[in-house]
């Protein structure tokens, strides 16, 4: 009987996915439709562009020798059993080719936060990503190197603390405000929003600010990255430009405002200092193409490094030499430390069954199967 169902279940399984594929037509269609209007006006927008200024090409700034990079990214997993929460919250860094200065790292550097939380739901998600977002920002401030690459936006780890002091509860809120003095969070953040040897770049860009400041006469279904993705040859950027310019970004970067508007307690009486960098908008993006085989690439950078030719080239020149072949499209040190933040969930599972067998006999008895039931939340960003 039960292989009967199982066949049951496979032929359906296969049924769905022919009906699915029926549709492929439609969605080949809709690719077309987004990528043609781009395509087909290639020559004529790139003209329009470089007569305006807005691409320039990388070889013609001032030479610099390869940079020492470092990457920074991090993950957390939540295990949610029937009694309470096990969490994790990991921080990685990882060198790029070519550092051997003697000031570098001599491996991996790395930072943690695990605890045993109640049942709080998108409270404890909150607390857990926050700490994450400040164990990214250490490793990122105190790294030696010429340039340092956040994954993500200046502004990520800025919604993440502004969601973690938002969290109304006693026990969740102690534990924020001892991570927060800990770390001294109020000068790494304003660090890294400042200091121009550390960018940011971000795995997904669905922005559209580039086609709504420059291309809006001419595209109206396209992002920026795909945009400049057809547009630039290899070797070209875009000029730099500030941040939150268009309604959409300017309201992102308003949410700054909420920590600014925060009751004042000692832990966040510091933060809004440490936010003045990005308030004034002194963040500037760029899109890089730095190979013939790779997308264009989005970049965060500081003010100081937009419009200074030698800080800019160095941070060109550290993507381009980073990306060495098409099947990494990203920096090689943001690759690996993506690869290596995963292992949160191997770390997770190691540290719950150590726990486990740490239990008393008697309480072991009581509560190991509440602690077995357990559902697995995990984000690597």
């Not at 102690?174 to 927060?180: C, D, G, K, P, T």
């Not at 310019?245 to 405002?257: A, C, G, P």
């Not at 960098?277 to 500081?302: D, G, S, V």
């Not at 690869?339 to 740490?358: E, M, P, Y």
Request: glycine share 4%; net charge negative.
């Amino acid at each position: 009987m039960s292989k009967v169902r199982i066949r049951e279940n496979t032929f359906l399984g296969d049924q769905l996915i022919m009906e699915i594929l029926e549709g492929v037509q439609s969605i080949t269609a809709s690719m077309v439709e987004i990528l043609d209007p781009i395509d087909n006006q290639r020559v004529k927008l790139r003209q329009y562009l470089l007569k305006e200024g807005n691409i320039r090409r990388a070889e013609d700034l001032v030479m610099v020798a390869s940079p020492a990079v470092a990457a920074v990214d991090g993950a957390l997993a939540i295990d949610k059993s029937l009694g309470a929460e096990t969490a994790l919250a990991v921080a990685v860094g990882v060198e790029g080719l070519g550092s051997t200065m003697d000031r570098e790292w001599t491996g991996v550097r790395q930072a943690h936060w695990k605890g045993v939380l109640p049942h709080k739901g998108q409270k404890t998600y909150s607390l857990v990503r926050g700490i994450m977002s400040i164990l990214e920002l250490d490793i990122a401030i105190n790294a030696p190197h010429d340039l340092v690459i956040i994954d993500g936006s200046h502004l990520t780890p800025v919604i993440g603390l502004i969601n973690m002091l938002s969290i109304e509860d006693e026990k969740l809120s102690r534990i924020a405000a001892e991570v927060l003095r800990e770390h001294n969070t109020a000068e790494i953040l304003q660090r890294a929003l400042s200091e121009p040897q550390i960018i940011g770049m971000v795995k997904y860009d669905s922005s559209c600010e580039l086609i709504e400041m420059w291309l809006n006469d001419f595209l109206d279904v396209c992002d920026d990255r795909t945009a400049m993705t057809l547009l630039l040859e290899p070797g070209e950027y875009t000029v730099p430009i500030r941040l939150g310019q268009t309604i959409k970004k300017e309201y992102d970067w308003d949410k700054l405002n909420l920590l600014l508007e925060m009751e004042q307690s000692e832990m966040v009486a510091r933060l809004p200092r440490a936010l003045e960098y990005a308030h004034h908008h002194r963040i500037h993006f760029t899109y890089y193409r730095p190979h013939e085989w790779t997308p264009a690439y989005r970049i965060e950078l500081k003010e100081a490094a937009a419009q200074d030719a030698e800080k800019l080239s160095r941070i060109l020149t550290a993507v381009r030499e980073q990306i060495i072949t098409p099947d990494i499209r990203e920096p090689l040190p943001q690759h690996l430390a993506d690869k290596i933040a995963k292992i949160v969930s191997v770390a997770l599972d190691a540290l719950r069954t150590a726990a486990f067998n740490g239990l008393p006999a008697e309480k072991a008895s009581k509560y190991l199967s509440l602690l077995m039931e357990s559902y697995r939340t995990e984000e690597i960003f």
